[in-house]
């Protein structure tokens, strides 16, 4: 299911908590997606979808409220990864690196 423009935070945990079977990756940009799309595709891996960070919107307040600074891709990227963790745990299938 690719992103819908701009879909939030709490919208990727509702995607979670109904699909927990999605396997998902969120990087920081397109030329990390397609490096990343390419070494799942070389692996004949399939049913990983890959997503540069600037698909979603990350709120700045939940940036700083992990101590990250200010919002960049690396800091959002970092921000929704543990706040996936801390929400959902390791019920999903998702990496952001």
């Known amino acids: 299911m690719p992103p ?5 935070v709490a919208e990727l945990i509702t995607k979670y908590t109904l699909h927990p079977e999605f396997r998902d990756v969120y990087v920081e940009g ?4 397609g490096l990343v799309q390419w070494f799942l595709d070389e692996n004949n891996v399939r049913d990983v979808n890959v997503y540069p960070i600037t ?3 990350i709120p700045a307040e939940l940036v700083r409220s992990y101590g990250l600074g200010t919002s960049s891709a690396r800091s959002n990227n970092l921000a ?3 706040e996936l963790e801390k929400r959902l745990g390791n019920r999903i299938h998702v990496r952001c690196m």
């Open 4 to 8: 819908a423009s701009g879909q939030n």
């Open 30 to 33: 397109e030329s990390d997606q």
């Open 55 to 57: 698909s979603f919107e």
């Open 80 to 82: 929704l990864g543990m």
